[in-house]
């Protein structure tokens, strides 16, 4: 699949309209995710009642991959306990960066198109940033960068498939 | 149907028979033949610097300035050879001037390293300008850091250009080296280093002159612009990657210790002390890049059979083309507009971030930087997170221009 039907088909619908869009008055968890090499920031918040993730927004400005991947992110784990989120979050990761990845999401549903994102290297941290703010709101970290010591998944957004 | 700049006479150069030198132009690339515009971050390389690397490789490699064999002494004399194509290019009077490095981050670290040491002390002040490469930052950050040195930065104007009047007053006492671009990798600016030189050495301070952007583009003659230091890259020349020049005056290179201890930079080694050898040599520690610097003095050659005045050029009449073309786009904003420009063109087109436009092009084959350019102080004038940015060199055809100009529309008729 090319870039451009990759846009076509999702990321532009999404990034046109993000779904759960904003940041909760007073949530339980929340997170700051940056990508300093291009820019993105974005804030995921939670309210999270006995694990499970009863409501999710966020916000940010970053480019549309991301946008794309933070809202169909927020769609797929509102409702799930934080374990089943956490599961998706390694699903994802396998996804996007493993070289058989686009066989092994199946439970990923309309994500299942990132898998694109494997021959664009230098954009799969874009995909992943979402993922890594929600663990860390999971894990009420506050702030996450895909950079240096504050990125929960080391490596993760280099790895080539 | 609308008229194409292609259509359109424009450049003295022969620029198909040029492209038709470089291999690497004659790839597709996502089944488009590419549109290559990233030469400002590395230039494409012409079949005859790709023989001469393969050459030296099959028929001249040995370790050079030691052996008394004949395939050493061959390797050698293109080694140095080499190094007097280079002094040539840059008007060098003595070509033990010109000092082979890794490339521009090498040579600038060097004489931050090595000149910081010799001259640089407390509360002394090195003075940047607000558009250079974090290569031309970072490394004076540490040796102020280092020596309790101060940075010091002339701003920029909206247009991209030097504010010469805070320049001028920037320059004060404890100024000990003023450390500025040629070319603005991401504003496409073309200082007036003759004229910041000149300023400087009536204060006595000397001037490093990061060429990494200007040597590929124009004629540079350091006996002219009377700078102190110019540093270029190989692989922005049309060169390979691994090699870079720094040209330094003689008084203050002799003045200098090395910046790495080994190999081929000692007259003699005891255990209680080492004399350093003359310069070149004295810079120039263990085994060098040997087939990148004949390399380079190969793309000097090829460059200089064009004709670096044509090439200059030719890339004016891109640029202005391709920044009048853009300008057409509805809610495109070019960055940096400095009446005296090479060929970089920064962009943003409203709604699109760069890093899209960077991905939406590369499908239709047309290769552009997009981020912060290693300049991230420029972004945040600017107040951008990041640009698109297409820069040309000898081998861009209006062809590439208008393939540019479609995708860019393309791309942000998608968003629309």
Redesign the interface.
């Known amino acids: 699949m090319?870039?451009?039907q990759m846009?076509?088909e999702v990321i532009?619908d999404h990034?046109k309209k993000p779904r759960n869009w904003g940041t909760l008055s007073e949530p339980t968890h929340k997170a700051e995710g940056i990508n300093p090499?291009?820019?993105?920031h974005i804030l995921v918040s939670m309210n999270v009642v006995d694990e499970k993730i009863e409501d999710i927004q966020y916000e940010g400005?970053?480019?549309?991959?991301c946008m794309a991947s933070g809202s169909m992110m927020t769609a797929k784990v509102k409702g799930k306990v934080c374990a089943e989120a956490l599961d998706m979050t390694e699903q994802f990761r396998v996804l996007t960066t493993e070289p058989d990845g686009a066989d092994r999401g199946e439970g990923l549903g309309s994500l299942a198109v990132f898998s694109g994102i494997r021959d664009?290297p230098?954009?799969v941290k874009?995909a992943l940033l979402p993922w890594h703010t929600l663990i860390a709101a999971i894990n009420s970290q506050t702030e996450i960068s895909t950079e240096g010591d504050k990125d929960p998944v080391p490596g993760s957004g280099t790895k080539k498939g | 149907m609308e008229k194409t700049m292609s259509q359109e006479s424009g450049s003295e150069l022969d620029v198909e028979r040029i492209k038709r030198d470089f291999p690497v132009l004659q790839s597709q690339n996502?089944k488009m033949p590419l549109v290559y515009l990233d030469s400002g971050a590395s230039s494409q390389m012409p079949q005859s610097v790709i023989d001469r690397i393969n050459h030296y490789h099959q028929n001249e490699h040995a370790n050079i300035h030691r052996g008394v064999y004949t395939l050493s002494e061959q390797a050698t004399a293109s080694y140095e050879n080499s190094r007097s194509i280079v002094a040539k290019f840059l008007n060098v009077a003595d070509s033990s001037q010109v000092i082979f490095t890794k490339g521009t981050t090498h040579a600038i670290n060097l004489v931050a390293h090595a000149f910081g040491r010799a001259f640089i002390g407390e509360g002394d002040e090195i003075l940047i300008s607000h558009m250079e490469h974090h290569s031309n930052i970072v490394p004076w950050q540490q040796l102020c850091e280092e020596a309790g040195a101060i940075l010091k930065v002339i701003p920029i104007t909206d247009e991209g250009e030097l504010d010469f009047d805070q320049y001028e007053q920037l320059l004060s006492d404890r100024t000990k080296i003023v450390a500025v671009t040629h070319v603005s990798n991401v504003l496409g600016t073309i200082n007036p280093i003759k004229e910041m030189v000149s300023v400087a050495h009536k204060k006595n301070v000397p001037v490093l002159v990061d060429g990494a952007q200007g040597a590929p583009h124009m004629k540079v003659d350091v006996q002219e612009l009377d700078c102190d230091f110019y540093i270029f890259s190989g692989h922005k020349v049309c060169g390979p990657t691994g090699i870079g020049i720094l040209y330094g005056k003689r008084e203050l290179l002799e003045r200098m210790n090395p910046y790495e201890g080994g190999g081929d930079m000692i007259l003699s080694v005891t255990f209680e002390k080492t004399t350093y050898a003359d310069i070149p040599a004295k810079f120039e520690a263990g085994t060098p890049p040997i087939a990148a610097a004949i390399g380079l003095g190969e793309a000097i050659n090829y460059l200089e059979s064009v004709g670096l005045d044509n090439i200059a050029r030719h890339e004016d009449m891109l640029t202005v083309k391709a920044t009048e073309a853009l300008m057409q786009i509805d809610n495109l904003t070019v960055y940096g507009t400095a009446p005296n420009k090479a060929g970089v063109i920064s962009f943003n087109v409203k709604g699109v971030?760069?890093?899209?436009m960077g991905?939406?092009l590369?499908?239709d084959g047309v290769a552009v930087r997009a981020?912060?350019h290693c300049a991230q102080p420029v972004?945040i004038r600017y107040k951008?997170?990041?640009t698109t940015r297409a820069s040309f060199y000898l081998y861009n055809t209006l062809e590439d221009i208008d393939r540019l100009v479609m995708s860019v529309r393309g791309a942000q008729k998608?968003?629309n």
Request: hydrophobic content about 30%; some cysteine.
């Open positions: 090319s870039s451009k846009y076509q532009l990034c090499l291009c820019g993105d400005e970053s480019c549309a991959i664009l230098s954009r874009c | 996502n971030h760069p890093h899209d991905t939406l590369s499908d981020g912060h972004m951008v997170p990041a998608l968003f």
